[in-house]
T-cell receptor
Framework: SQQGEEDPQALSIQEGENATMNCSYK?????LQWYRQNSGRGLVHLIL?????REKHSGRLRVTLDTSKKSSSLLITASRAADTASYFC???????????FGTGTRLTVIP | DADVTQTPRNRITKTGKRIMLECSQT?????MYWYRQDPGLGLRLIYY???????NKGEISDGYSVSRQAQAKFSLSLESAIPNQTALYFC?????????????FGPGTRLLVL
């Protein structure tokens, strides 16, 4: 399986701090995506980074990708209470027809 | 209106009953997916369909079946529900022409099998 694994499983920070979560995967990929899930709701796409990219920004989000280490990180800067959610990485493997989701990091931002 | 809708949103059923979960989308996407989510296990793919005549098994298809009635509709059936099928079920869509395979999720159906 090329399912990703997020680390840490849970993260609790104060509002205003930065949050970093990591994803590792097993096989070569076309791209890697990050999704957010508010409690019990559907996932929402945040950002996509292609295998030939090393870093990408979107608002307060910064994603890095290291294909040699098969890992990615998601940084949320200046966190807000509304960022409290679970965050999942998903990989689109070469030759695969669908995404493989990781197990998620549960982020709690304390006001 | 939401682009991807699921019905019902919550369902309680008994072991052995047949149930159907329905998904509709107005995004015009050709690809549709069914996932289940269990605590601590992330999302696991049950079935996916790339067009009306295409059905593919995912990671955990045993005990489930699907029907792609139209481009906009993809239903998931549990022929004989069992308690370990208690989970949160999500439908998702994607556009093969968009590149990158970004998926758009419905709000989920919470299923409890007694």
């Amino acid at each position: 399986s090329q399912q990703g694994e997020e680390d840490p499983q849970a993260l609790s920070i104060q509002e205003g701090e930065n949050a970093t979560m990591n994803c590792s995967y097993k096989t070569s990929i076309n791209n890697l995506q990050w999704y957010r899930q508010n409690s019990g709701r559907g996932l929402v796409h945040l950002i996509l980074i292609r295998s030939n990219e090393r870093e990408k920004h979107s608002g307060r989000l910064r994603v890095t990708l290291d294909t040699s280490k098969k890992s990615s990180s998601l940084l949320i800067t200046a966190s807000r209470a509304a960022d409290t959610a679970s965050y999942f990485c998903a990989t689109d493997g070469i030759g695969a027809n669908n995404l493989f989701f990781g197990t998620g990091t549960r982020l709690t931002v304390i006001p | 209106d939401a682009d991807v809708t699921q019905t019902p949103r919550n369902r309680i059923t008994k072991t052995g009953k047949r149930i159907m979960l329905e998904c509709s989308q107005t995004k015009g996407h050709d690809r549709m997916y069914w996932y289940r989510q269990d605590p601590g296990l992330g999302l696991r793919l049950i079935y996916y369909s790339f067009d009306v005549k295409d059905i593919n098994k995912g990671e955990i298809s045993d005990g489930y079946s699907v029907s792609r009635q139209a481009q906009a509709k993809f239903s998931l059936s549990l022929e004989s529900a069992i308690p370990n099928q208690t989970a949160l079920y999500f439908c998702a869509t994607s556009d093969s022409q968009g590149g990158g395979e970004t998926q758009y999720f419905g709000p989920g159906t919470r299923l409890l099998v007694l």
